[in-house]
């Protein structure tokens, strides 16, 4: 377990990672070989810096030989970067020189396709957190039945770690940070594969406590993890471990206790834009957002990348709360004719904004043509289509006699250019927040959002929501 004053050293966060050794780049000197070609990357990921505050990657292929070399710098920071699966923690001005071989069977630990092994001075340092996994993932957690085993093959590898950090004489307080928050790291993993063996287990009293225990989402280290892959693998195993203490968390609950928790400025950003991302798109926009915007703007480092990209994001959905103007489109209908939204005021008007390449679209399609038919002898509510596909005539043929063909054809049946190009059709894809499609979208008589997502027409709850949003109609 971490020394408490170790972690005292670090209550400074992620400034402190730059305060050590001069401000010279790192470099790394990687040598990769193998008994045959390897088809696959070399993917060196890193932290970008102070300023930039996000994950970068460089790639490489090794092609038809057998091996290579690669040389990369980094910015002057103590940082951890990974090499494929391979972690090291690198400091300011140094080389870290490692081979990496492709082994023969990839399934034997540590994970991953290659074996590594460093020199130079500062090798014992550099391996460590590859042994550090090496040791967990030697576990064998179909041997072990209960917690209490497991804790007993947890504290020894914890002494046979000990005995590596001391042999490694690390005298930089940040570097043992890293190092102790990846065993903690380490650890936690070794209780998520012992958790997926043992599933009974998962839903006893105390588990998720004890899975926890000894891990900490808002340690300081984590804001020096250069690699977005173990970010996310950190996130979901302790994310694991929350739903096991209470099963009703919603993934709501894991945005914010990220933004209001972590240390990591990219790790945040990453968790707020994916969040907006995934519930933009599924659910449109809602009350929750304003919650995590007004979070997030609290939280994120106003320059950051993870700042300006959640703050878009949100105004974009932000246009389709109810009760806002609908972007008053003009679009040409398979006639030819412009239609435009405001031809329909005093009307409600339900829209299907679809394409032909879509399945869900298309799926949806007879429903939707079902349900307008039932409101024909309504002169207050109007149905939709707008086909969103390439603008060339060919497919625009195409388009014709698809809606014959699924008997949507008709005045009201609209087209919808996909070349981000088309300033206009530009437009209509940020006002209407076309992420993603299918998208099924209500306006009232005085051209207002009603709705700026709903749910598929082919679900069985569609038919309800239309006749709800007619009986708000004035």
């Known amino acids: ?55 970068k990657d460089e790639s490489y292929r090794m092609g038809n030989t057998p091996s290579t070399s690669i040389t990369s ?17 690198v400091e300011a001005g140094e080389t870290v020189s490692v081979a990496l071989r492709l082994k023969d069977k990839y399934t034997a630990a540590p994970k991953g396709v290659f074996t590594a092994l460093w020199s130079g001075k500062n090798a014992a340092k550099h391996a460590l957190l590859y042994k550090i996994d090496s040791i967990y993932l030697s576990v064998d957690v179909k041997a072990v039945n ?54 009974a287990l998962k839903t006893t009293a105390g588990f998720g406590d004890w899975y926890l225990k000894g891990f900490n989402i808002g340690d300081s280290a984590i804001a020096a993890i250069g690699s977005e892959s173990i970010t996310r693998e950190i996130v979901s195993f302790w994310w694991a471990g929350r739903k096991m203490q209470d099963p009703t968390l919603k993934t709501i609950n894991q945005v914010t206790e990220i933004l209001t928790t972590c240390k990591s400025d990219a790790m945040k950003g990453k968790s707020a834009i994916a969040w907006f991302v995934v519930e933009g ?24 990348s993870g700042y300006k990209t959640t703050d878009s994001l949100y105004k974009a959905y932000a246009q389709l709360e109810a009760g806002l ?10 006639n030819g004719d412009i239609v435009r939204l405001s031809d329909f005021k005093g009307k409600i008007v339900i829209i299907d904004i679809w394409a032909m390449w879509c399945h869900g679209c298309v799926e949806g399609l007879p429903f939707f043509r079902q349900l307008a038919d039932s409101y024909k ?89 239309i006749a709800n949003v007619y009986k708000m109609r004035d």
Not at 10 to 34: E, I, R
Not at 73 to 89: G, L, W, Y
């Open 1 to 55: 377990m971490r020394a408490i004053s170790l972690s005292l050293m670090m209550m400074l966060g992620w400034n402190s990672m730059y305060a050590t050794g001069p401000a010279m780049p790192a470099k790394l000197q990687l040598q990769v070989t193998g008994n045959k070609p390897y088809g696959g990357q070399i993917l060196v990921s890193y932290f970008g810096g102070k300023e930039t505050g996000v994950f």
């Open 73 to 89: 710098t980094f910015p002057a920071v103590t940082q951890v970067i990974t090499v494929n699966e391979v972690a090291m923690v």
């Open 146 to 199: 209960t917690t209490q085993q497991l804790d007993q093959a947890i504290s020894s590898c914890e002494k046979t770690i000990a005995q590596l950090i001391a042999d490694a004489k690390i005298s930089n307080p940040t570097v043992r940070n890293l190092v102790d928050f990846h065993e903690d790291k380490a650890r936690i993993q070794l209780k998520s594969r012992f958790a997926d063996e043992h599933a």
């Open 281 to 304: 798109r599924n659910n449109g926009f809602f009350s929750e957002m304003k919650q995590i915007h007004s979070i997030a703007k609290a939280s994120l480092k106003p320059n950051s």
């Open 325 to 334: 103007p609908a972007f008053n489109f003009a679009l040409k209908n398979e």
């Open 377 to 465: 002898d309504k002169n207050d509510i109007v149905f939709l289509t707008i086909c969103w596909e390439a603008p060339d005539s060919e497919t625009q043929e195409e388009w014709k006699r698809f809606s014959v063909r699924k008997n949507i054809n008709g005045v009201n049946n609209l087209f919808l250019s996909a070349d981000r190009s088309d300033p206009k059709a530009q437009e209509f894809m940020l006002r209407y927040c076309l992420t993603a499609i299918t998208r099924w979208v209500a306006i009232d008589q005085k051209g207002n959002i009603l709705d700026g997502h709903l749910n598929y027409s082919k679900d069985e709850k569609f038919e309800r929501i």
